[in-house]
Nanobody, 124 residues
Framework: QVQLVESGGGLVQAGGSLRLSCAAS????????MGWFRQAPGKEREFVAT???????????DYADSVKGRFTISKDNAKNMVYLQMISLEPEDTAVYYC??????????????WGQGTQVTVSS
């Protein structure tokens, strides 16, 4: 089992940056693929990024087309932390961002554990 807690959300102006953090706890943390999803009002929860890593090596990272080139996912295995560095933020990025753990992929069905979410609001 894995427990996830997101933090780092807030209000930022368009063009600004923000770094989200996800603290994971559990003895089997290294066994899971980690991902970030987001959900805007009136929309379905959508894939943002995913990562598979071990130690200091990242084996695989994938991003949604809407954020590729602007967002970077990373994981600190020693600290059981996952991050989402966001730059050049746009109003369209406004959403609740969720950290997830599971088998991976771009579908939310591939993740078994979810955090409570953190709000990101981008003003114009």
């Amino acid at each position: 089992q894995v427990q996830l807690v997101e933090s780092g959300g807030g209000l930022v102006q368009a063009g600004g940056s923000l770094r989200l953090s996800c603290a994971a706890s559990g003895r089997t943390f290294s066994s899971y693929v980690m991902g970030w999803f987001r959900q805007a009002p009136g929309k379905e929860r959508e894939f943002v990024a995913t990562i598979i890593s071990s130690g200091r090596y990242t084996y695989y990272a994938d991003y949604a087309d809407s954020v590729k080139g602007r967002f970077t996912i990373s994981k600190d295995n020693a600290k059981n932390m996952v991050y989402l560095q966001m730059i050049s933020l746009e109003p369209e990025d406004t959403a609740v961002y969720y950290c997830a753990a599971g088998n991976g992929g771009r579908s939310r069905n591939g993740y078994q554990y979810w955090g409570q979410g953190t709000q990101v609001t981008v003003s114009s």
